[in-house]
Nanobody, 115 residues
């Protein structure tokens, strides 16, 4: 059973940056996909970025060029560097780890982009 703990959310002005972290415990995650999702009020949860076990990554179109996902397998941690933040990036961000039929979620961290 993998447990995920997110950190790094907060309030930031438009154009600012934040870095989210997600630390996994309970299993070695090198063979898993690690991803970030977000859910804004009244909207469905959406995939933001994913880091796959062979090093490939993918992003939703709205964050391409602004967000970067990275992982440190030695630390069982995945990061999301968010630059040039916009008010529409405001959401609860969730860390996810999955492999095959297995999937686990973190508790979420709030990101608010507002002046």
């Amino acid at each position: 059973q993998v447990q995920l703990v997110e950190s790094g959310g907060g309030l930031v002005q438009p154009g600012g940056s934040l870095r989210l972290s997600c630390a996994a415990s309970g299993s070695i995650v090198i063979f898993y996909t690690m991803a970030w999702y977000r859910q804004a009020p009244g909207k469905q949860r959406e995939l933001v970025a994913a880091s796959h076990r062979f090093g490939t990554t993918n992003y939703t179109d709205s964050v391409k060029g602004r967000f970067t996902i990275s992982r440190d397998n030695a630390k069982n941690t995945v990061y999301l560097q968010m630059n040039s933040l916009k008010p529409e990036d405001t959401a609860v961000y969730y860390c996810n780890i999955n492999r095959g039929s297995y999937s686990a979620w973190g508790q979420g961290t709030q990101v608010t982009v507002s002046s």
